[in-house]
């Protein structure tokens, strides 16, 4: 089966500037979630999607970034405006529904300079 | 709050040696975990859960809950086993969601 597919594989933009990533999940999958993985940690939980309605996003920094799933399929991440510090890797994941086995995209690599 | 913790960031051991990676977790529910592997240039994929108890390529977790840990191992460590190893808890109750490790990077010399 296709795996979870990522684009662009690499950004880099100027603080400030806006920036999108985008995702489509295993078909038939109804949970997909985004990651923040800052370089020598673990990802970090930002958003989580059942079909096209938010389950959880306690950790989004809501005043920036922003996520959407219409159609309950593929999904796009949004940073706006970008800071230094969201340079990160953005892993999208998905699951058959909340709980099963999460299956990772090959992530986005963002550098803000 | 749920925390996970990989005390090592680094672990280097040589070809055939045994391997033990570990993993202690905090959590107030029913734990679930699992390890994640993420070998050189390849994404993130589950190596094993605790709830399967099987062995994966050799590796083997155990479930302690009185100490709170999920340490991984292998009998018998190989080159292709090199890479960064997560440990990660899954949250029960509404919004079931990972909680990883910071990750140990491990590499098998020849």
């Known amino acids: 089966e296709a795996g979870v597919a990522q684009s662009p594989r690499y950004k880099i933009i100027e603080k400030r500037q806006s920036v999108a990533f985008w995702c489509n999940p295993i078909?038939?999958?109804?949970?997909l979630y985004w990651y923040q993985q800052i370089l020598g940690q673990g990802p970090k939980l930002l958003i989580q999607f059942q079909n096209n309605g938010v389950v959880d996003d306690s950790q989004l920094p809501k005043d920036r970034f922003s996520a959407e799933r219409l159609k309950g399929v593929d999904s796009t991440l949004k940073i706006q405006p970008a800071k230094l510090e969201d340079s990160a890797v953005y892993l999208c994941?998905?699951?058959?529904?909340?709980?099963?086995?999460?299956?990772f995209g090959a992530g986005t690599r963002l550098s803000v300079l | 709050a749920q925390r996970v913790t990989q005390p090592e960031k680094l672990l280097s051991v040589f070809k055939g040696a045994p391997v033990e990676l570990k993993c202690n977790y905090s959590?107030?529910?029913?734990?679930?975990l699992f390890w994640y592997v993420q070998y050189s240039r390849q994404r993130l994929q589950l190596l094993l859960r605790?709830?399967s108890r099987e062995s994966i390529k050799g590796f083997t977790a155990d479930l302690n809950k009185g100490e709170t840990s999920f340490h991984l191992k292998k009998p018998f460590a190989q080159e292709e086993d090199s890479a960064m190893y997560y440990c990660?808890?899954?949250?029960?109750?509404?919004?079931?969601?990972?909680?990883f490790g910071k990750g140990t990077k491990l590499t098998v010399n020849p």
């Open positions: 605790h709830i």
């Open positions: 078909s038939g999958h109804a949970t």
């Open positions: 994941a998905s699951s058959f529904s909340r709980g099963n086995i999460q299956y």
């Open positions: 959590y107030s529910g029913s734990p679930e």
């Open positions: 990660a808890l899954l949250t029960q109750g509404g919004s079931e969601k990972l909680v």
